[in-house]
């Protein structure tokens, strides 16, 4: 072979790597595109790619979904959270190990908006807050030995075994009659444990959510829990269910507690 068919072959192979590349390049940019959610509102042509990585993140974190008008409802199957639009509004789904919750975020029937009916729900994996009510004496003993300071527990749900624990999370710092700050309990390693209850207590003031305690629960998803008032002969007790910043008011007799 002389050096003339060499430089022939040469260019055939160059001529096939930029065939291959180009298709490779084209078959990668179309998989990209399929794989691009259709809801973000961005002009493709002229986008800044690390700032749609940061809106494609935040989208799949938050996903939204259509609730179909036709086919059957598919609920959210993992842990997490995700926007619903409904035919009367806007809703928000989020799954716990011990939790399934739906609640309307906004309410809009001007405009007809083409998708499906759905409907609030509150699912509770241990069925009622009584099932915890050992638990809750624990802490309640627990809060007035600690009293006139703030004390903290959280209560953990095991969705393996379907029972109750009560874990004291470890104190920062020195806890006082109006604040106490606490670390994160430890949880199972296998995933089977969540905390479903925060229980805190005001030593003998009264029972209430404060705006720490606000702060404090913005953007999480738990029962809160406070006692108080855990000098008289009948404590008193404040519940919420937390979701994410939304604040649902729980009754709980304090009677069942400290009876």
Same mark, same amino acid.
């Given at each position: 072979?002389?050096?003339? #068919?060499?430089?022939?072959?040469?260019?055939?192979?160059?001529?096939?790597?930029?065939?291959? %590349? +180009?298709?490779?390049?084209?078959?990668?940019?179309?998989?990209?595109?399929?794989?691009?959610?259709?809801?973000?509102?961005?002009?493709?042509?002229?986008?800044?790619?690390?700032? =749609?990585?940061? #809106?494609?993140?935040?989208?799949?974190?938050?996903?939204?979904?259509?609730?179909?008008?036709?086919?059957?409802?598919?609920?959210?199957?993992?842990?997490?959270?995700? =926007?619903?639009?409904? +035919? !009367?509004?806007?809703?928000?789904?989020? &799954?716990?190990?011990?939790? %399934?919750?739906?609640?309307?975020?906004?309410?809009?029937?001007?405009?007809?908006?083409?998708?499906?009916?759905?409907?609030?729900?509150?699912?509770?994996?241990?069925? $009622?807050?009584?099932?915890?009510?050992?638990?809750?004496?624990? =802490?309640?003993?627990?809060?007035?030995?600690?009293?006139?300071?703030?004390?903290?527990?959280?209560? /953990?749900?095991?969705?393996?075994?379907?029972?109750?624990?009560?874990?004291?999370?470890?104190?920062?710092?020195?806890?006082?009659?109006? &604040?106490?700050?606490?670390?994160?309990? !430890?949880?199972?390693?296998?995933?089977?444990?969540?905390?479903?209850?925060?229980?805190?207590?005001?030593?003998?003031?009264?029972?209430?959510?404060? *705006?720490?305690?606000?702060?404090?629960?913005?953007?999480?998803?738990? /029962?809160?829990?406070?006692?108080?008032?855990?000098? $008289?002969?009948?404590?008193?007790? *404040?519940? &919420?269910?937390?979701?994410?910043?939304? %604040?649902?008011?729980? $009754?709980?007799?304090?009677?069942?507690? =400290?009876?």
């Amino acid at each position: 072979m002389n050096g003339q #068919d060499l430089i022939m072959k040469f260019d055939e192979l160059l001529d096939l790597t930029r065939a291959s %590349y +180009a298709t490779f390049a084209e078959q990668t940019e179309r998989a990209i595109a399929e794989q691009r959610p259709m809801v973000l509102a961005v002009d493709e042509e002229n986008i800044d790619a690390e700032k =749609f990585q940061l #809106d494609v993140a935040l989208l799949k974190a938050a996903p939204i979904a259509a609730v179909p008008m036709h086919s059957a409802f598919h609920p959210l199957q993992e842990p997490g959270h995700r =926007f619903l639009l409904a +035919a !009367d509004g806007l809703y928000l789904e989020v &799954r716990r190990p011990w939790l %399934y919750f739906i609640h309307r975020l906004a309410e809009h029937t001007s405009v007809r908006i083409p998708y499906g009916a759905i409907a609030p729900k509150v699912e509770l994996a241990f069925g $009622q807050l009584g099932t915890a009510l050992d638990q809750m004496r624990e =802490f309640a003993v627990h809060a007035m030995e600690a009293a006139p300071l703030e004390s903290a527990a959280s209560l /953990i749900w095991n969705s393996n075994l379907k029972q109750w624990s009560m874990k004291l999370p470890k104190v920062i710092g020195e806890a006082t009659a109006d &604040r106490i700050q606490y670390e994160q309990v !430890d949880l199972a390693e296998d995933g089977s444990e969540s905390i479903a209850m925060d229980l805190h207590s005001h030593g003998h003031a009264a029972a209430f959510f404060s *705006a720490p305690d606000d702060a404090d629960d913005a953007g999480s998803v738990k /029962i809160a829990g406070v006692f108080g008032n855990l000098d $008289q002969n009948m404590p008193t007790v *404040a519940f &919420r269910l937390c979701v994410l910043g939304l %604040y649902l008011p729980i $009754q709980v007799p304090a009677e069942k507690i =400290f009876g």
